[in-house]
């Protein structure tokens, strides 16, 4: 959205916000963020070079309990997970070391996030700043984690599509 604002109508973010605005999070949680994105972007990397057989001994070295999520959170689908899954993690993880991830307030955004996980990717800051941001706006989904799309898919589908066909 920052790089092309007038190419896009409106902007649906899930989970994980504008890495930037972590800066004000505790810095425990600032660095379960990080380990968790570089791990998964050097997941995706090494795989590239060795295959698949890597990204199965990686996902089992993980430290799921201090990092999250937790296995069990995770439906049998998406734990049977590929290191293509990863892939959007490689430029997550470029994107907010080098500061490209911006907020385009030109640019409607909604936000949807789900409270039930060890550590947020996104700050209150940054909630603040879509509260103020005309057009924009957040969600979040108390019974749900990280996936929310598969843990409330209707209540997602249903404030997505609200959110596209509003005027805002």
């Given amino acids: 959205?920052?790089?092309?604002?007038?190419?896009?109508?409106?902007?649906?973010?899930?989970?994980?916000?504008?890495?930037?605005?972590?800066?004000?999070?505790?810095?425990?949680?600032?660095f379960r963020a990080v380990a968790y994105q570089l791990f998964c972007a050097m997941g995706f990397l090494i795989t590239r070079l060795t295959g698949s057989f890597c990204f199965s001994?990686?996902?089992?070295?993980?430290?799921?309990?201090w990092l999250g999520p937790e296995v069990g959170d995770i439906s049998p689908y998406i734990a049977r997970g590929?290191?293509?899954?990863?892939?959007?993690y490689v430029h997550a993880f470029l994107d907010s070391t080098t500061f490209k991830m911006k907020f385009t307030p030109e640019v409607p955004q909604l936000f949807i996030y789900g409270r039930q996980k060890k550590?947020?990717?996104?700050?209150?800051?940054?909630?603040?700043?879509?509260?103020?941001?005309p057009g924009c706006s957040w969600?979040?989904?108390?019974?749900?984690?990280?996936?929310?799309?598969?843990?409330?898919?209707?209540?997602?589908?249903?404030?997505?599509?609200?959110?596209?066909?509003?005027?805002?």
């Avoid at 604002?5 to 949680?29: H, M, Q, T, W, Y």
């Avoid at 590929?82 to 959007?88: A, C, G, L, N, Q």
């Avoid at 990717?121 to 103020?132: G, T, V």
């Avoid at 989904?141 to 005027?167: Q, R």
């Fill in 139 to 168: 969600i979040c989904y108390d019974d749900s984690g990280h996936w929310i799309h598969e843990t409330n898919a209707a209540g997602m589908a249903k404030d997505v599509k609200e959110f596209l066909s509003s005027n805002k």
């Fill in 119 to 133: 550590f947020m990717f996104h700050s209150q800051r940054y909630l603040k700043l879509l509260e103020k941001t």
């Fill in 1 to 30: 959205a920052h790089r092309f604002p007038n190419a896009i109508r409106k902007f649906v973010a899930e989970d994980v916000g504008i890495i930037n605005f972590l800066k004000d999070s505790p810095p425990f949680d600032m």
């Fill in 57 to 65: 001994l990686l996902v089992s070295l993980y430290p799921w309990q």
């Fill in 82 to 88: 590929s290191p293509h899954f990863t892939y959007p």
